[in-house]
């Protein structure tokens, strides 16, 4: 094990032992802050804003936070390496706290979603979405649980490189906001139903405006 992760396992406090890793894929920085590719990591905020504790940089550039989410030792974390190079923070994440891929729960932006539409998967391939990409590839297997908030396809004439850096409309931000709500709730509920019963839950509500 590296040097760096044996520092850091006693700063953290060996006591602490997660059941899940939470990732939400995004960029770092305040020029990102807002885009539609970020938000894997307001879910990861909205998550952390319900308990104590304070996010910390890890030395594996990443942000995490420790705590407990109905009733279970989480750890969430946003990768600080950019979106396309998301794998190697996850990797050294599950090292570090002794985690199989198994535990994961990914939380990341679709553009062949519906927008504002939540959908669970437990297994599958990138869908074209290069953080997620890199976490397969650095991990060697696509069966990892995802969460996937629709951002929808661009406009026409729009780059879709451009249009996932961009922010949200006035119009939508309600919808974004409210999606970014259902996707933290999708994650508790992946914390505490099983698997096939959660995605029945969220994958059959179509659209922006279902129930809270």
Not at 32 to 52: E, I, K, M, S, W
Request: proline residues 6%; charged residues 25%.
């Amino acid at each position: 094990m590296k040097r760096w992760m044996r520092r850091w396992r006693r700063r953290s406090g060996p006591s602490f032992r997660p059941a899940r890793l939470i990732v939400g894929l995004g960029n770092p920085g305040a020029d990102y802050l807002g885009t539609r590719h970020n938000l894997g990591f307001l879910v990861c905020d909205r998550l952390a804003a319900q308990g104590p504790a304070h996010w910390r940089a890890a030395r594996y550039r990443a942000e995490i936070w420790t705590g407990q989410i109905e009733d279970l030792p989480v750890c969430l974390l946003k990768p600080q390496t950019f979106v396309n190079d998301s794998g190697s923070a996850v990797q050294a994440a599950l090292r570090t706290f002794g985690l199989e891929p198994s535990t994961l729960i990914l939380v990341h932006d679709d553009l062949d979603l519906d927008f504002a539409r939540i959908r669970i998967r437990p297994a599958g391939g990138s869908g074209g979405h290069n953080g997620l990409r890199s976490i397969i590839r650095t991990l060697g297997t696509d069966q990892l649980v995802r969460v996937k908030i629709g951002l929808g396809r661009p406009p026409a004439g729009v780059d879709p490189a451009d249009f996932v850096l961009s922010r949200f409309a006035p119009a939508e931000r309600d919808d974004a906001n409210q999606a970014v709500g259902h996707a933290a709730a999708a994650v508790r509920a992946l914390l505490t139903t099983d698997l096939d019963s959660t995605m029945q839950q969220f994958n059959r509500l179509n659209g922006a405006h279902r129930p809270a």
